[in-house]
């Protein structure tokens, strides 16, 4: 069993920042690609960054150049940077892991989210 679990959500000012940080725990041989998601009241969960193993990443359109996305393989924990935050990315965030828990078993995990509420 693989748990994700976000931190570092909360009320903040507009153009204020956030750190997220979402720790993987259990039994499994590697994380491989982890991302970010949010999801706003009354809308689809969307990506807001991604990134492999190798530390490639991707962005969001809407957050490129404010948020950045990072991980220690180390310490199997995905980091979200959140910088110029706005109202608008008032949302739940989850984290998403691509896992590897045995040479024939992969799946793909949620944490439960972490609420962080941008005020203007």
């Known amino acids: 069993q693989v748990q994700l679990a976000e931190s570092g959500g909360g009320l903040v000012p507009a153009g204020g920042s956030l750190r997220l940080s979402c720790a993987a725990s259990?039994?499994?041989?590697?994380?491989?690609?982890m991302g970010w998601y949010r999801q706003a009241p009354g809308k689809q969960r969307e990506l807001v960054a991604g990134?492999?193993?190798?530390?490639?990443?991707n962005y969001a359109d809407s957050v490129k150049g404010r948020f950045t996305v990072s991980r220690d393989n180390a310490k199997n924990t995905l980091y979200l940077q959140m910088n110029s935050l706005k109202p608008e990315d008032t949302a739940i965030y989850y984290c998403?892991?691509?896992?590897?828990?045995?040479?024939?078993?992969?799946?793909?995990?949620w944490g439960q989210g972490t609420q962080v509420t941008v005020s203007s």
């Open positions: 998403n892991a691509d896992v590897t828990m045995s040479v024939v078993r992969r799946g793909g995990y």
């Open positions: 259990g039994s499994f041989r590697s994380l491989n690609a």
């Open positions: 990134i492999s193993r190798d530390g490639t990443t």
